[in-house]
């Protein structure tokens, strides 16, 4: 079955870089683009990045234009999201997501805290 896994996630401060990771399984990597999105304290789950199968990050789509970058190894079947100066609004749980057939795939998440 599809199996994501997030990992990477810690407590910061702002200013500080993180690389988040999600690890697949259960299907056929190569064929499918991947989103990061999360969730803040409070808020709607939201976008955060995609790439494409290809391997190219979608441009002016999510919240992590700029600061954010989306990168795969089709190798380890994985995607990243490297976060760069990282803000205290950027607190919260990120989840790796694949959309299979109009189902949709999540992992468990992995939380980030940005604090001083």
């Known amino acids: 079955q599809v199996q994501l896994v997030e990992s990477g996630g810690g407590l910061v401060q702002p200013g500080d870089s993180l690389r988040l990771s999600c690890t697949t399984s259960?299907?056929?990597?190569?064929?499918?683009?991947m989103s990061w999105f999360r969730q803040r304290p409070g808020k709607e789950r939201e976008l955060v990045a995609i790439?494409?199968?290809?391997?190219?990050?979608?441009r002016n789509v999510g919240v992590g234009q700029g600061r954010f970058t989306i990168s795969r190894d089709n190798a380890k079947s994985a995607v990243y999201l490297q976060m760069n100066n990282l803000k205290p609004e950027d607190t919260g749980v990120y989840y790796c997501?694949?959309?299979?057939?109009?189902?949709?795939?999540w992992g468990q998440g992995t939380q980030v805290t940005v604090s001083s």
């Open positions: 997501q694949i959309r299979i057939q109009e189902s949709d795939y």
């Open positions: 259960g299907f056929i990597f190569t064929n499918y683009g």
């Open positions: 790439i494409t199968s290809a391997g190219n990050p979608v």
